[in-house]
């Protein structure tokens, strides 16, 4: 009789201790996490607003946020032929990080002896300052466009590397004896079991190096374009600033930011169609 009272009583206290967001349905939970966030960014900019002009403080310190979207109006034209340069630094170096990172990982996941030998020096590229070597290779490498893109992937390159490693050695270690068992190739153990075990962590490696590769790619810009050299956004807003053109220097920031948002969302996305059916990070926000 207590041991079926007892499992009535669990079902209640579970039902009580119900989160909130467990008793939401799911088209409203995504209408909240869209709601609040918008919500709050809108009283963010009318509290701005309101308090630039209440105490009139100058365009040249802190424009408005509706002077702001004024000077990127006007200013589009130059500044989207800005933004598509940073953004073919970002691309380029991002594909390039998850070609060599992808195929790097694999030789470790392969090859203890190439793991052993070529993972310190990854490491090494990691915790050097992009900032630091950027003049470096500003001088070293006679093509604008190539030391740009050479700094981007060097900051997107580690993440895809480190997360892809961990994801190989992550997966089961029966499933890895069974394989052995059956006498699976080392290509067909890692078609069959390692990738698919690495594919999230692949994908969580993917969202950080995409704004990092950003991140790299505005740095390098910001390098060079004290030189003149440079047409991306980061030299529009070195420019801007040398000239106290400070709305048109946010006007540049909102657009670095909205790629950013951009690339963010972008990979939320590639995550929910990869993952979504058969993984439990994925799965949980369905249920």
């Known amino acids: 009789m207590v041991s079926r009272v007892e499992p009535q009583a669990e079902r209640r206290m579970t039902a009580r201790t119900m989160t909130v967001q467990d008793r939401v349905p799911l088209h409203e939970q995504t209408w909240l996490r869209i709601a609040l966030p918008v919500t709050l960014f809108v009283l963010v900019l009318v509290g701005w607003e309101l308090l630039v002009r209440i105490y009139e403080i100058p365009h040249y310190i802190l424009p408005r946020p509706t002077l702001i979207a004024t000077t990127l109006w006007d200013n589009l034209g130059s500044l989207m032929t800005s933004w598509l340069f940073t953004m073919k630094i970002t691309f ?32 090494v590229l990691q915790v050097t300052p992009i900032v630091a070597i950027a003049p470096l290779i500003l001088i070293f490498i006679s093509s604008t466009t190539a030391s740009l893109l050479l700094c981007a992937w060097i ?79 980061a030299s529009r807003i070195l420019e801007a600033s040398f000239r106290t053109e400070i709305p048109k220097m946010f006007a540049a920031l909102v657009l670095v930011s909205l790629t950013g948002i951009a690339i963010y969302l972008v990979f939320n996305l590639v995550s929910h169609l990869v993952l979504g059916k058969w993984h439990e990070s994925e799965i949980k926000q369905d249920r």
Request: aromatic share 10%; glycine share 10%; proline share 5%.
């Open 92 to 123: 380029l170096a991002l594909v390039l990080a998850v070609v060599g990172g992808v195929l790097l990982a694999m030789l470790f996941a392969l090859s203890k002896w190439v793991e052993l030998s070529l993972f310190p020096f990854a490491i």
């Open 155 to 233: 900051v997107a390159f580690f993440p895809i590397l480190s997360n892809t490693v961990i994801g190989l050695r992550s997966a089961d270690l029966n499933l890895r004896d069974l394989f052995k068992l059956y006498r699976a190739s080392p290509w067909q153990t890692l078609r069959h079991l390692l990738i698919p075990s690495a594919m999230p962590y692949f994908i969580a490696g993917l969202k950080v190096a995409g704004g990092l590769s950003l991140i790299g790619a505005v740095v390098a810009e910001f390098t060079a374009g004290a030189a003149g050299k440079e047409t991306g956004l």
